[in-house]
């Protein structure tokens, strides 16, 4: 797949926010039971503004409200997925405003990012370095095109990843790794990336869409419920929170569903359930 600028589809309902020099530079839309997040400023590489966080927050505040049951997050262009913060608009901030706004915001929308009740996968189509990666991060899995590359080169600027990359690289890959990306400001291939367990699959880049979205249907075919409480008791697990009291919890709210008399039931008559997320 080749990301560009999308163009309309009357089987999806768009919700378009504010413009960055006359464009558009976040979409929405929803077909189905996913929900699409494009952000879409290529000729800037989709560098993230405060601007551009905030219409960000904006969306994922509707789609958590949403039916929705997938979120997938993409960006235009065949350059980059996210290049980042955009340098031009930090390097005038006081150290004051860093603090206070910058990478205040950056940690309200990929916090917010990361604890949707529903799976998130983030598509990685070219460069996805410093703020870019720490977005993909903030995504539950990540699928990435065999040219994407990542890495936090932010000590090069003599500053550091701040929003979020060191705590959530080093849930992925471990210390040791996310020391030697953030020392030596490596970036990965899409390959190596692979093997830390960095991206969950690597496709071609004409077959990124066939890979998510075969992703998505097998997200899909679980129990909506089952699925995002499933999200929510792993990110607890590694917050440390012990798991015997929380899966007791969860398994007894689960058994009160619909869904699960559907499963069982379903198994037991060897037939595929169609789940009502109830």
């Not at 919700?15 to 020099?21: A, E, I, K, L, P």
């Not at 503004?49 to 960000?56: A, F, G, I, S, V």
């Not at 901030?93 to 915001?105: G, L, Q, S, V, Y």
Request: aromatic share 6%; hydrophobic share 45%; proline share 4%.
């Amino acid at each position: 797949m080749t990301a560009t600028t999308p163009t309309e589809d009357h089987h999806m309902t768009p919700t378009d926010v504010r413009t960055d020099t006359g464009r558009i530079t976040v979409r929405y839309s929803h077909e189905g039971r996913m929900a699409t997040v494009l952000i879409d400023r290529p000729r800037k590489l989709n560098a993230l503004t405060l601007e551009l966080l905030d219409d960000l927050y904006t969306e994922l505040r509707a789609i958590e409200h949403s039916d929705a049951r997938v979120v997938v997050v993409k960006t235009a262009g065949e350059k980059a997925f996210c290049v980042g913060a955009d340098i031009t608009q930090f390097a005038h901030f006081t150290p004051a405003h860093m603090w206070k706004r910058w990478i205040a915001e950056g940690h309200r929308v990929f916090n917010y990012l990361a604890r949707l009740r529903q799976p998130t996968i983030a598509v990685v189509d070219g460069i996805a370095v410093g703020g870019g990666l720490e977005l993909a991060l903030a995504c539950d899995l990540r699928v990435g095109a065999g040219t994407a590359r990542l890495g936090l080169p932010e000590t090069s600027l003599g500053t550091i990843p701040g929003w979020g990359g060191t705590e959530r690289l080093t849930a992925v890959v471990g210390a040791a790794r996310a020391k030697e990306l953030i020392f030596t400001r490596r970036q990965l291939d899409a390959d190596t990336a692979l093997g830390w367990g960095l991206l969950n699959a690597v496709a071609e880049r004409d077959d990124l869409d066939t890979v998510t979205t075969e992703m998505v249907d097998r997200i899909l075919e679980g129990a909506p419920t089952a699925v995002q409480v499933s999200k929510q008791l792993v990110d607890a697990a590694a917050a440390g929170a012990p798991s015997s009291i929380l899966e007791a919890l969860a398994s007894g709210f689960t058994a009160a569903t619909d869904d699960f008399a559907i499963g069982v039931t379903a198994f037991q008559n060897k037939t595929t359930p169609t789940f009502t997320n109830s």
